[in-house]
Every structure is written in C-alpha cells, then in structure tokens.
C-alpha cells in the first residue's frame, strides 16, 4: 500500500504539471526529459528534490507547496498559483521566508546525511516545515534576522537529536513523524 503522503505528493506533481499547460512547455522551461514528466503526470514515478524544485520554479509554486500541500502566499512570491487552489491549505507569511524555508531545507537535508538516513524529498520538505513551526513558535517576529539566525541551531538541534534517537531505537533507523 502507498504511503498516503507520498500520494498526495505524487498527486500535486501531477496537478501542478497539468494547471500550468502542456508537459512539452514544462520540459523546455526546466531541462526535465519529457517522458519524465509524462511519469510524473501519471503517478508512476515521483521527482526528486532537485526536479521538484525545478518543477515549483517553473510554474510559480513553493517546494514547500508541493511537499505538504500548504499554499504559501506572501510578497515576495504572489501569484502563479492558479487552477489549483481548492487543492491547497492556506496561510499567508511574511517576505524573505522563501529563502528561509530554503536555507532550512538545506540543513534537514545536512542533518538527515548526518544522522546517515536517507528520507525522500517530500519527507525532507515536511521535517522542513515542522523546523519553521517550531522556529516560529520560539521566534516573535520571523522577520528579525539577528533572532532567527541564533534560534535556528536550536532548533536543527532538536532535529538532530529526534533523528539520531530513533536510529538507536532497535528495529528503527528511522524518524517517524
């Protein structure tokens, strides 16, 4: 049985991919093969961090969307989310969190390496967005860069300290969520 996350994932490829024209259109703009997007279309493969950030790029989404299905609409990044809205959650974040959440991704993608664990893009884009929450829980204001750049060890520290627990956990290896 597929994991019900990562059909939510595959399904937003799929609906991202067909909101914003023909796959044709959307190779030529990323580089991704065409029968590889064609996959992606048909549920039968699932794009890795480095396609399904192109794949957000090209037709105006967050990684952040497609991973969690969270629709991301804040200054710096405004429209280019049409035809799939009534898929999508909704919240609203302040400028500059785009590279945040990136900057963020990079260190749980470290921290997974890390802890020698492997987990799919859309697994690393969740414990992305779960780093966010707890920073934004510990921060007042996500927009005071001195505070976030102090509080963010604090907070991959838990991450890794969450990940290396379960690897000592017998028969685990593995973060669950």
Known sequence: MEDPEELAFKER?????????????????????????NKYVAMRSIPSVTNAAKIAAAVGVSLEYLATGLKVISPDNGTGWEGVEDRMALEIRP????????????????AYKDAKQTAPSHR???ATGEVMDALRERVGDIRDQRVVDAVIPIVLEDLSNTLLEAQEKPGSGKRTA
């Open 13 to 37: 490829i799929r609906d991202v991919i067909q909101a914003n024209g023909k796959a044709p259109l959307l190779a030529k703009k990323t580089g991704i093969p065409l029968g590889t997007l």
């Open 124 to 126: 690393i884009a969740r």
């Open 95 to 110: 400028a500059g969190t785009s590279e945040l959440y990136e900057r963020l991704f990079i260190a749980v993608e470290r």
